[in-house]
């Protein structure tokens, strides 16, 4: 089974920008959703961003034309670039593979000044 093993997260300003990574043990293009999904305290885990094989790729609303998904195949990492960052960004980012399904251990993105 495939594990994934996030990074890249941290401390961040207000308007800053962090890439977060997330590293599979096996070949993540014979996986056909690779997603980034987030929790924030209180609140319940949404996704964020998807890339589906083949090249289709959704976010959520609030994070469209400032966040970007996109996968590396020859290294099996899928990135997620998060510029103008604001506050209510901050919570717990959890990289997904699957079917059947594969969560990160996650790694926290806080944003403010």
């Known amino acids: 089974q495939v594990q994934l093993v996030e990074s890249g997260g941290g401390l961040v300003q207000p308007g800053g920008s962090l890439r977060l990574s997330c590293a599979a043990s096996?070949?993540?293009?014979?996986?056909?959703?690779m997603a980034w999904y987030r929790q924030a305290p209180g609140k319940q885990r949404e996704l964020v961003a998807r890339?589906?094989?083949?090249?289709?790729?959704n976010y959520l609303d609030s994070v469209k034309g400032r966040f970007t998904i996109s996968r590396d195949n020859d290294k099996n990492t899928v990135y997620l670039q998060m510029n103008s960052l604001k506050p209510e960004d901050t919570a717990v980012y959890y990289c997904?593979?699957?079917?059947?399904?594969?969560w990160g251990q996650g790694t926290q993105v806080t944003v403010s000044s």
């Open positions: 997904y593979g699957g079917p059947p399904g594969t």
């Open positions: 890339s589906i094989s083949g090249g289709v790729t």
């Open positions: 096996g070949i993540i293009d014979d996986i056909y959703v």
